[in-house]
């Protein structure tokens, strides 16, 4: 069975941090990759941040808007990734979602088969 659970969201100033846990199945995880992604009321589901690994060898991926103050992590012995969100922002504000199991480009949502079912991140300014 496939599962992924987030957790971490909730309430924060603007400048304040958070750090969100996205916890896999065991068969989640093992494909190696896993993605964050944000929807805000109104918006389209978009890419955050994404983590892969093969080996020893590990990549890193982050949307733009997010680069310099978030940070996307794993720790294999809890089959789970991490994403530290630093210097938050009212933009932040939004559902986050986890994902794994990428068949494409990381950064469209199309190319990912499982999802949590997301946490809530409100930055207030």
């Known amino acids: 069975q496939v599962q992924l659970v987030e957790s971490g969201g909730g309430l924060v100033q603007a400048g304040g941090s958070l750090r969100l846990s996205c916890a896999a199945s065991?068969?989640?995880?093992?494909?190696?990759?896993m993605g964050w992604f944000r929807q805000a009321p109104g918006q389209e589901r978009e890419f955050v941040a994404g983590i892969s690994w093969s080996g020893v060898r590990t990549s890193y991926y982050y949307a733009d808007s997010v680069k310099g103050r978030f940070t996307v992590s794993r720790d294999n012995a809890k089959n789970t990734a991490y994403l530290q969100m630093n210097s938050l922002k009212p933009e932040d504000t939004a559902v986050y979602y986890c994902?794994?199991?990428?068949?494409?480009?990381?950064?469209?949502?199309?190319?990912?088969?499982?999802w949590g079912l997301g946490t809530q991140v409100t930055v207030s300014s």
């Open positions: 994902a794994a199991d990428p068949s494409g480009s990381y950064y469209s949502t199309a190319s990912w088969n499982y």
């Open positions: 065991r068969r989640a995880y093992s494909n190696g990759a």
